[in-house]
Each structure stands twice: as structure tokens, then as C-alpha cells.
């Protein structure tokens, strides 16, 4: 019985982790990016999206000093063969279709600018899906450890070969050891179908509504719990402080995470795990402000006493938010986080003033500035064609003003009310003396840290 009350816990906690990742000005902004708001901001409630096209001409020259200018328009994928190390045993043929679409959503000049919500949640799709028709003629769910290496060199070259930036595994923070299934203690088909309920599995995560998954995890709350399941015994709990090595149990939840894609992918068309995997990974990248903000100290002595339009204070704003216009594209809903936490930074350091309003600061500022380009909060791709070339999608072309952070404001949603979860019980409901209640108190910040860090992954 006290089994079945922690594993319902821990699902509950699962559940509300994603409520964790919001970001916090108190945090040192220059090392993290995972951080909370305590003073927030109402999402902008003028303006209408409408998706307009870019090409590559538009965009900024950021290129190496080796390398040519600007791309020129139309810009069109440079290809040649590639040379494999001819150990790993795959038909790269038959998995063509997403190697190109990753090497255009990694292409060399977009890639740097858009690792984050383009390129690096493709290359995980990807790998996930290799990982799935590797293992499809056999009764394992994870590549070899012999011939993981060589797989994931292939699978690199190929891409580079496409037209890829070099230095994807770099640039993405990922090894070949993520396609071996790490130290999660299950990895052949008959014991994960033993283990997991694989048709709710398959059934939640074959067709995702992105418009709901975010708010209402559906998939997600799947994968968390086959890999819970999967895990076993490796979460164990110390009888004098129940506390776990927590590193090391993330790590097997993690990689048992991956085995939980890979039997997705290996029962799902490519196309249809591809979808479902980038939905995934667009949930997770819209929950946090990708931007790291440097102490804006400069902005914040120019703006402190400001109650008006002020060219010195507009002028130290503009000038700190033209550093952060040169790093990446952002999504719709990331501007809106990295615009409030850079002004609940602002507020912090004594700038009352809405300096958003005064010094006529939107949304489409905290992003590259490429006709005022912040793209769709849904999974982005480039698009190909043999007139205009590579070319992506961009969400917004009104002027959206910035939201201003409120010290009335304790939280902030961008799902809309009838999306939010149910309240936690209060403090008063949760006086109720017994061992078991000592124990959860004491439970609960692994729990989140482990899930949160879980839902994450």
C-alpha cells in the first residue's frame, strides 16, 4: 500500500513540476538559465500573429571571420558524399527523409542562431528515431555500445554532408552514449512491455495536440512514467533522512527516458515520431527564457528616477537590448519570459517606471532583428524549395509592446485559465498530524527536483 501511495505521489508531482519552470531574477543570470519570477507580467493582450517568410539574405551576417559574407538569396543547401566509417550496420537510405530535414533545420548559417528551437530539438528527433529503427530487427531498444560511436559519427557526417554546421554534438551537448540507453536497467522490448503500459503510451503519444500538451501534459506524463517504471529499484530512498543520490538517480531516469523514445519511435512511422517529438520539445523550450541578462547596471542607474521619456535612460535600454538582439531567435512566448525577467531585473534594482512603454520597447526586440522576427511557439522548420531556397517562418509582424512586470502579479501562465491545473491543497489542509505526512514533507523536494529535472530532460 505505501508503494502505491508514493507512485501516485510521484505522478502528481509529475504533474505539477512543469509549474517549476519559470525563471527568477534572484538567480545569477549570467550562469543559468533556469530561473524563477516572483514579480510578473500579464501576457500582451493587443496585437494579432500572422506568420510572414524569411530568407536567408534577411539575416544578420554572424559568420565566422574564415568565411564568406552574408548568404545570398535564394540560399540552397551545399551537398556532397559523404564518407562513412562503413562499421555501423544501417541502410542510411531508409531514413534519407529525416537526415535532410535535420540538415536543413541545422543548416551552417541558421544553426548558431537557432539552436534552441530549431536545430537541436530536430537532432534529438532524429537520434531518437535512428535509435528506434536500429534496434527495429532485433529485441533490443538502445544501439550497441561497439558500434554506437561510428553510428553517431555516420549520422554526423551525413548531416555536414547536407549542408549541416559542423560541431552539431557541440553545439546540441550531445554524445554518442545517448544512443545506448546509459544505465537504465531495462533495455529489450520484452521486459519494457512487461513493465509499461505501452498501449496508453502509444495511444497519448501517436497523435499530441500542441495547443494542449504544453498545459495539460498528456505524452509527456506518459514518458515520465514508463521511464519511472523502467527504472526499477535505482531510486532508493536513505531511512535516516530520506534523502537519494540525486545526480546519479536522474541520470538512470534520464537515460531510461531515451529507451522510452526509442520504442516510441520504433512503433511509430518516422514522420509521425518526428511530430510528436518536436511538440515534446517545443513544450519544453517555450517554459523558460533562453537569453542570459548581465547585470543591466547602466540601465538601471539611467533609469531609476525616470517618469518620463528620457533620452539618457532610452538610450542605455536600447543599447543593452542591441547586445541581446545579436545572440538568437526566439520564439512568441520566450520573448514574452525574457522580456519580463529582464524587467523584473530592472524592477529589482529600483526602475518602477514601465521604460518598455517610455522608450516604445516590444516584444520583436528581444530577438534577432530580422523584420521583427520572433518565431511560432509551435516547431519551426526550414523550409525548401528550388525557387526561393531555404527560407523559415516567422510568428509576429505587429508591434507588440513588452510586457512590464507587476509586484501584484505572483505567477504567470501563458495557458489559458481552463488549462491550468488544480490547486495544491493550502496549509490549512495540510495540518493533519501522522507519520506518513513527515515523511512526504520530507520527500517532496527530491521529488521535484528529480521530476521537474525529469520533465526537462
Same mark, same amino acid.
Given at each position: 500500500m505505501g508503494g502505491s501511495i508514493c507512485h501516485q505521489f510521484l505522478l502528481l508531482i509529475l504533474l505539477l513540476s512543469g509549474l517549476q519552470e519559470s525563471l527568477s531574477p534572484e538567480t545569477h543570470f549570467a550562469s543559468s538559465q533556469e530561473v524563477s519570477i516572483s514579480e510578473m507580467a500579464t501576457p500582451p493582450s493587443t496585437g494579432i500573429f500572422y506568420p510572414i517568410q524569411i530568407s536567408p539574405s534577411m539575416i544578420p551576417p554572424y559568420l565566422p571571420q574564415n568565411e564568406s559574407s552574408s548568404p545570398m538569396y535564394p540560399n540552397f543547401p551545399q551537398s556532397y558524399e559523404p564518407v562513412l566509417t562503413g562499421k555501423c550496420p544501417i541502410n542510411f537510405s531508409a531514413i534519407?527523409?529525416?537526415?535532410?530535414?535535420t540538415a536543413s533545420d541545422c543548416s551552417s548559417w541558421l544553426a548558431p542562431l537557432a539552436a534552441n528551437v530549431i536545430c537541436c530539438p530536430q537532432f534529438n528527433s532524429l537520434l531518437y528515431i535512428f535509435q528506434g529503427f536500429y534496434?527495429?530487427?532485433?529485441?533490443?531498444?538502445?544501439?550497441?555500445?561497439?558500434?554506437?560511436?561510428?553510428?553517431?559519427?555516420?549520422?554526423?557526417?551525413i548531416l555536414v554532408s547536407r549542408g549541416a554546421i559542423n560541431g552539431i554534438p557541440s553545439l546540441c551537448?550531445?554524445?554518442?552514449?545517448?544512443?545506448?540507453?546509459?544505465?537504465?536497467?531495462?533495455?529489450?522490448?520484452?521486459?519494457?512491455?512487461?513493465t509499461v503500459n505501452t498501449r496508453k503510451l502509444l495511444?497519448?503519444?501517436?497523435?499530441?495536440?500542441?495547443?494542449?500538451?504544453?498545459?495539460?501534459?498528456?505524452?509527456?506524463?506518459?514518458?515520465?512514467?514508463?521511464?519511472?517504471?523502467?527504472?526499477g529499484g535505482q531510486?532508493?530512498?536513505?531511512?535516516?533522512?530520506?534523502?537519494?543520490?540525486?545526480?546519479?538517480?536522474?541520470?538512470?531516469?534520464? /537515460?531510461? *527516458?531515451?529507451?522510452?523514445?526509442?520504442?516510441?519511435?520504433?512503433? &511509430?512511422? !518516422?514522420?509521425?515520431? =518526428?511530430?510528436? +517529438?518536436?511538440?515534446?520539445?517545443?513544450?519544453k523550450v517555450n517554459k523558460v527564457c533562453p537569453l542570459k541578462f548581465e547585470q543591466p547596471v547602466k540601465v538601471i542607474n539611467a533609469c531609476r528616477n525616470v517618469a518620463a521619456p528620457s533620452s539618457s535612460c532610452c538610450n542605455s535600454l536600447n543599447m543593452y537590448i542591441s547586445g541581446i538582439q545579436k545572440k538568437m531567435l526566439i520564439t512568441n512566448k520566450q520573448a514574452i519570459l525574457c522580456a519580463t525577467l529582464f524587467g523584473s531585473m530592472l524592477?529589482?534594482?529600483?526602475?518602477?517606471?514601465?521604460?518598455?512603454?517610455?522608450?516604445?520597447? /516590444?516584444? *520583436?526586440?528581444?530577438?534577432?532583428?530580422?523584420?521583427?522576427?520572433? &518565431?511560432? !511557439?509551435?516547431?519551426? =522548420?526550414?523550409? +525548401?524549395?528550388?525557387s526561393s531556397g531555404l527560407s523559415f517562418i516567422c510568428d509576429l509582424t505587429d508591434n507588440i509592446a513588452a510586457p512590464w512586470p507587476t509586484s501584484s502579479m505572483q505567477s504567470m501562465s501563458l495557458c489559458p485559465p481552463e488549462m491550468s491545473l488544480p490547486a495544491l491543497p493550502s496549509s490549512e489542509t495540510a495540518k493533519n498530524p501522522g507519520s506518513l505526512r513527515v515523511g512526504l514533507e520530507r520527500f517532496v523536494p527530491f521529488l521535484v527536483f528529480v521530476l521537474g529535472a525529469l520533465m526537462l530532460y
Amino acid at each position: 500500500m505505501g508503494g502505491s501511495i508514493c507512485h501516485q505521489f510521484l505522478l502528481l508531482i509529475l504533474l505539477l513540476s512543469g509549474l517549476q519552470e519559470s525563471l527568477s531574477p534572484e538567480t545569477h543570470f549570467a550562469s543559468s538559465q533556469e530561473v524563477s519570477i516572483s514579480e510578473m507580467a500579464t501576457p500582451p493582450s493587443t496585437g494579432i500573429f500572422y506568420p510572414i517568410q524569411i530568407s536567408p539574405s534577411m539575416i544578420p551576417p554572424y559568420l565566422p571571420q574564415n568565411e564568406s559574407s552574408s548568404p545570398m538569396y535564394p540560399n540552397f543547401p551545399q551537398s556532397y558524399e559523404p564518407v562513412l566509417t562503413g562499421k555501423c550496420p544501417i541502410n542510411f537510405s531508409a531514413i534519407s527523409t529525416i537526415l535532410t530535414k535535420t540538415a536543413s533545420d541545422c543548416s551552417s548559417w541558421l544553426a548558431p542562431l537557432a539552436a534552441n528551437v530549431i536545430c537541436c530539438p530536430q537532432f534529438n528527433s532524429l537520434l531518437y528515431i535512428f535509435q528506434g529503427f536500429y534496434s527495429s530487427s532485433s529485441d533490443k531498444l538502445v544501439v550497441q555500445t561497439a558500434v554506437a560511436s561510428d553510428c553517431f559519427s555516420d549520422i554526423v557526417s551525413i548531416l555536414v554532408s547536407r549542408g549541416a554546421i559542423n560541431g552539431i554534438p557541440s553545439l546540441c551537448s550531445i554524445k554518442s552514449s545517448n544512443l545506448t540507453g546509459g544505465s537504465c536497467p531495462v533495455n529489450d522490448v520484452a521486459t519494457f512491455e512487461m513493465t509499461v503500459n505501452t498501449r496508453k503510451l502509444l495511444d497519448l503519444c501517436a497523435s499530441i495536440d500542441p495547443l494542449k500538451e504544453c498545459c495539460r501534459p498528456l505524452c509527456q506524463h506518459a514518458i515520465a512514467e514508463a521511464a519511472l517504471r523502467i527504472s526499477g529499484g535505482q531510486i532508493s530512498i536513505d531511512d535516516n533522512r530520506y534523502v537519494v543520490s540525486q545526480s546519479s538517480r536522474i541520470n538512470v531516469l534520464n /537515460d531510461c *527516458k531515451g529507451v522510452v523514445y526509442s520504442y516510441i519511435s520504433r512503433k &511509430l512511422s !518516422s514522420d509521425t515520431a =518526428d511530430t510528436s +517529438f518536436r511538440i515534446l520539445s517545443s513544450c519544453k523550450v517555450n517554459k523558460v527564457c533562453p537569453l542570459k541578462f548581465e547585470q543591466p547596471v547602466k540601465v538601471i542607474n539611467a533609469c531609476r528616477n525616470v517618469a518620463a521619456p528620457s533620452s539618457s535612460c532610452c538610450n542605455s535600454l536600447n543599447m543593452y537590448i542591441s547586445g541581446i538582439q545579436k545572440k538568437m531567435l526566439i520564439t512568441n512566448k520566450q520573448a514574452i519570459l525574457c522580456a519580463t525577467l529582464f524587467g523584473s531585473m530592472l524592477r529589482k534594482g529600483g526602475v518602477m517606471e514601465n521604460v518598455y512603454e517610455l522608450c516604445d520597447v /516590444d516584444l *520583436k526586440n528581444f530577438s534577432i532583428q530580422v523584420s521583427g522576427c520572433l &518565431l511560432r !511557439s509551435l516547431p519551426s =522548420d526550414l523550409v +525548401f524549395d528550388n525557387s526561393s531556397g531555404l527560407s523559415f517562418i516567422c510568428d509576429l509582424t505587429d508591434n507588440i509592446a513588452a510586457p512590464w512586470p507587476t509586484s501584484s502579479m505572483q505567477s504567470m501562465s501563458l495557458c489559458p485559465p481552463e488549462m491550468s491545473l488544480p490547486a495544491l491543497p493550502s496549509s490549512e489542509t495540510a495540518k493533519n498530524p501522522g507519520s506518513l505526512r513527515v515523511g512526504l514533507e520530507r520527500f517532496v523536494p527530491f521529488l521535484v527536483f528529480v521530476l521537474g529535472a525529469l520533465m526537462l530532460y
